[in-house]
Nanobody, 122 residues
């Protein structure tokens, strides 16, 4: 099957930076698009950034100009560079991807990672 594994979370002070990585592994034919979501305590999960081939990238208004999503198609990996972090950026960050798997039906299936904690202190 397909697995998404995030890494790079941690604790930083406001103004600091972190770089998250998400690796998709398993019986993969192609990764169609990858996204980063986050969930703060007591809040709903929200889209932070997404990247999807020729459609480009998209960002939540709250992170525009501070976060950058990128991907390495050969490694089936997505990155989220987070700069100028704020306490409001605190939460669990989840990787999400649409993947065409070898044992699937040929259509993309959506997968989630387990999440990585990001804590920003003031």
């Amino acid at each position: 099957q397909v697995q998404l594994v995030e890494s790079g979370g941690g604790s930083v002070q406001a103004g600091g930076s972190l770089r998250l990585s998400c690796v998709a592994s398993g019986s993969i034919i192609s990764v169609v698009g990858m996204n980063w979501y986050r969930q703060a305590p007591g809040k709903e999960r929200e889209l932070v950034a997404g990247i999807r081939g020729r459609f480009g990238t998209r960002y939540a208004d709250s992170v525009k100009g501070r976060f950058t999503i990128s991907e390495d198609n050969f490694k089936n990996t997505a990155y989220l560079q987070m700069n100028s972090l704020k306490p409001d950026d605190t939460g669990v960050y989840y990787c999400n991807a649409d993947v065409v798997a070898r044992n699937g039906l040929g259509s993309p299936v959506n997968y989630w990672g387990q999440g990585t904690q990001v804590t920003v202190s003031s």
